[in-house]
C-alpha cells in the first residue's frame, strides 16, 4: 500500500515540476483586460492574433513579454519616437502594459515562405555569419541561432520583412531613438542589399 501511494506521489511530482514551470514563466496579469484593449484598437494594425494586419505593421506574435511592456513604456514616456505609437499607449497603466507583452507572447506564430530563395540565402549566410569584411557581428551571436532572442533581447524570428528593414534603417540614422547604440554600430555597416536579405531570412523563421 505505501509503495502504491509513494509511486503516484512520485508520479504526480514529475508531471507538476514541468506544467508549474510553464505557467510561472509569466507574471499574474488581467489576460481580458488585454483582451478588451486589444480588440478597441491595436488589432487594427497589429492583428487580432497579433500576426500584424498588413505588411506595414510588426507582428507581436510570440515577442517576449518584458520587451513589449518596455516599447509601450518607452512609446509612452517619448524615449522611443513614432508618429503613430504614441497616440496608442496614452493612458496605458504599467500593469496593462505588461498583460499586454503576455497576452501577446502567448499568441501562435507562423513562419512565411520566401518567393526569392537565393536572397533568402544571403540573408541567411549574414544572420549565421556576419559580414568580416565590413565588421557586422552575426546576427545569431545575440538574437539566437533561431532569432527566438531572450527575455532581454527581441525576438525576430517571422517578423515582417518591410518592418524589420524599417528598423535597421532607422537604428542607422538614429531615428528608432531608445536603446540603439548597439544596433546602430551594426545597422551603419549593412549595405542595402544585406538589409534586404537579412530582412528576408528573418521572415522565414519560426
Ligand atoms: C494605426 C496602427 C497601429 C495601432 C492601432 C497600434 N500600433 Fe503598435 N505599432 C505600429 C507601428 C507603425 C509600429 C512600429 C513603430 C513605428 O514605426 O512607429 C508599432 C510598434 C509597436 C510595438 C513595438 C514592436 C517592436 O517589435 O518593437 C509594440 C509593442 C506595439 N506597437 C504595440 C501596440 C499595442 C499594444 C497597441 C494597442 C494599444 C498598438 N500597438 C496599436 C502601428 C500601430
Ligand atoms: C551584440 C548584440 C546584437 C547583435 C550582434 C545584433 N543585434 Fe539586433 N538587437 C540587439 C539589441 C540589444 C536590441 C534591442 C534594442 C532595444 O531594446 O531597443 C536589438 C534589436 C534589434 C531589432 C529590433 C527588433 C524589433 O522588434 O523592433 C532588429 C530588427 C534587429 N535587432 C536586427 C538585427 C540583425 C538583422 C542583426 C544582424 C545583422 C542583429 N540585430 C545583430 C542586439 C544585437
Redesign the pocket.
Known amino acids: 500500500m505505501k509503495g502504491w501511494k509513494n509511486r503516484i506521489a512520485g508520479m504526480a511530482a514529475l508531471l507538476a515540476v514541468p506544467l508549474g514551470a510553464a505557467a510561472a514563466d509569466y507574471p499574474e496579469v488581467d489576460l481580458q483586460r488585454a483582451e478588451e484593449i486589444n480588440m478597441g484598437r491595436c488589432f487594427l494594425c497589429h492583428g487580432v492574433e497579433g500576426e500584424s494586419s498588413t505588411a506595414l505593421y510588426?507582428r507581436l506574435a510570440g515577442?517576449h513579454y518584458q520587451?513589449i511592456a518596455?516599447?509601450l513604456a518607452d512609446f509612452q514616456s517619448g524615449r522611443?519616437k513614432s508618429d503613430t505609437m504614441v497616440s496608442m499607449v496614452e493612458g496605458l497603466k504599467p500593469e496593462e502594459m505588461l498583460a499586454l507583452g503576455v497576452y501577446f507572447e502567448k499568441k501562435p506564430t507562423k513562419a512565411r515562405a520566401a518567393a526569392d530563395k537565393q536572397l533568402a540565402a544571403v540573408g541567411e549566410f549574414?544572420?549565421h555569419r556576419?559580414n568580416e569584411f565590413s565588421g557586422?557581428?552575426?546576427?545569431a551571436?545575440?538574437?539566437g541561432e533561431r532569432g527566438l532572442g531572450s527575455p532581454?533581447?527581441?525576438r525576430?524570428a517571422g517578423?515582417v520583412r518591410q518592418?524589420?528593414e524599417s528598423?535597421?534603417k532607422s537604428?542607422n540614422s538614429r531615428e528608432?531613438t531608445?536603446?540603439?547604440a548597439?544596433?546602430h554600430s551594426?545597422a551603419s555597416k549593412?549595405t542595402e542589399l544585406?538589409v534586404k536579405a537579412?530582412?528576408l531570412y528573418?521572415s522565414t523563421l519560426d
Open positions: 510588426p515577442q520587451y518596455k516599447q522611443r549574414i544572420f556576419g557586422v557581428a552575426a546576427c551571436s545575440c538574437h532581454q533581447l527581441p525576430l517578423q518592418y524589420t528598423q535597421l537604428f528608432r531608445n536603446d540603439n548597439v544596433m551594426i549593412l544585406e537579412v530582412a528573418i
